[in-house]
């Protein structure tokens, strides 16, 4: 198929929207519009912004609700493009919209598909313990995350790494997947692999609540949540002493009897499960017998 004149109709949000869709511009494909949408007031806005990209490229773009998307329908007819793309834009899209890309409409998930489907892909492979996740485009289907495998990276990730860090490496292999896959897409050729469905498994969004320690869990399933959660993302938190607290950082789980002092042993014994301080220093008890010591502890 004849390379020359690609267009694409992209939406995009945040670090992943902004590093792909630039990704596109410097192959040469033609954007006609860009679809993203209004930062949430509550979260803390940390990272990229596409709106910024788009002024300073001139790229025509829309700030759209949910419930509004539809209404695009006639101007995506008229507008016909080749691909559409979607990076990191956290609405569905319908259905009818998708149907008018000539070529394919491409979405890129932050995770190896097919694991970890759905919502908040770093942040549940950390709270996992996993060792390595990814980025990977794929074609769009009704269903979220469940169509053929484009392009796919991946990279590690470290035991002491936050959701943050990783979802960092994650941004930068996506951008690395663009750049792998768009000499073929310009071409018109979409390769495809299978993403097998019965495999992994779909999670849901995350929210704040979800930051409460369960002192119950073992001590290396707390440190995971620790991290998962750790800023800028909202945080892991407990009650103690008639306040929240927010536990940002904490090390590695020590062993009681190998790893600590035998009056910090003897306090802990005394003690149930949750946080403790002792000499001026911060320590979980969890549920394992094992103990956390707190690096970062803020009252909130």
Same mark, same amino acid.
């Given at each position: ?19 792909? @869709? ?20 509550? #979260? +803390?806005? %940390? ?10 490229? *001139?790229? $025509? ?13 006639? *101007?995506?007819?008229? @507008? ?5 793309? !979607?990076?990191?834009? *956290? ?8 149907? +008018? ?12 598909? /097919? ?8 942040? %549940? ?12 485009? =794929? ?16 990279? /590690?990730?470290?035991?002491? #790494? +936050?959701? =943050? ?5 994650? !941004? ?35 929210? $704040?609540?979800?930051? *409460?320690?369960? %002192?119950?869990? !073992? ?12 800023? $800028?993302?909202?945080?892991?938190? +407990? ?5 929240? %607290?927010?536990?940002?950082?904490? !090390?590695? $789980?020590?062993? /009681? ?17 949750? @946080? =403790? ?15 956390? #010591? ?7």
């Amino acid at each position: 198929m004849n390379q020359a004149n690609k267009h694409a109709i992209v939406f995009a949000y945040h670090d992943v929207g902004v590093d792909c @869709l630039q990704a596109l511009l410097d192959a040469g494909i033609a954007i006609d519009l860009v679809i993203t949408h209004d930062d949430d007031p509550k #979260e +803390t806005i %940390w990272f990229g912004s596409v709106r910024e990209l788009c002024k300073r490229n *001139r790229l $025509p773009y829309e700030i759209l609700q949910r419930d509004q998307l539809l209404q695009l329908l006639p *101007r995506f007819q008229q @507008l016909s493009p080749d691909y559409i793309f !979607s990076f990191y834009y *956290r609405f569905m899209i319908p259905i009818e919209l998708l149907k +008018t890309g000539k070529i394919a409409a491409l979405n890129m998930h932050g995770s190896l598909l /097919p694991k970890y489907r759905g919502r908040a892909p770093v942040n %549940w492979a950390v709270l996992h313990g996993e060792v390595e996740t990814g980025a990977t485009l =794929h074609i769009m289907e009704a269903k979220p995350d469940a169509g053929d495998i484009v392009g796919q990276i991946a990279v /590690p990730i470290e035991i002491h #790494e +936050t959701a =943050h860090e990783v979802f960092n490496k994650v !941004s930068s292999a996506a951008q690395r997947v663009m750049e792998s896959v768009l000499p073929t897409l310009i071409q018109g050729d979409v390769p495809r692999q299978l993403n097998d469905l019965h495999q992994g498994a779909y999670f849901g969004g995350r929210k $704040p609540e979800d930051g *409460r320690v369960d %002192w119950t869990q !073992s001590a290396i399933s707390i440190y995971n949540l620790i991290r998962a959660v750790a800023p $800028p993302y909202p945080g892991a938190f +407990t009650e103690f002493q008639g306040k929240t %607290w927010l536990l940002a950082k904490s !090390s590695l $789980p020590l062993d /009681p009897k190998i790893d600590l002092s035998p009056q910090l042993v003897h306090l802990l014994e005394k003690s149930t499960p949750g @946080l =403790h301080l002792v000499d001026n220093c911060y320590f979980g008890l969890c549920g394992d017998g094992k103990v956390l #010591e707190f690096l970062s502890v803020q009252a909130l």
